[in-house]
């Protein structure tokens, strides 16, 4: 059986550098941490003061609802959180 050609591949050439720089786009978020961190710890806080008061602060007309808020600021530091670079 005959031998097959062996194809030469094409050099790789890399596009120029002023297309590549135009396509980074750089976005600052700096404000992400601190207001993930922010979340967290208001949410924490609001939790250990509604059990550490036997529930008359931070709210005492949500009573147990307090729990559900003070996981919604953790939940929302979460979300926050998903900005993050």
Known sequence: MPKSRIRK??????PPAAKQATAIKLTNR???AP????????????????????GTLPMESLRNW???????????GFAVS???K
């Open 66 to 76: 307090n729990v559900a808020v003070g996981f919604g600021f953790i939940a929302a």
């Open 9 to 14: 591949k094409a050099d790789f050439t890399p």
């Open 30 to 32: 700096s404000w992400v």
């Open 82 to 84: 998903t900005q993050w």
């Open 35 to 54: 207001v993930m961190l922010a979340l967290f710890a208001i949410g924490l806080a609001w939790i250990v003061v509604f059990f550490v008061t036997d």
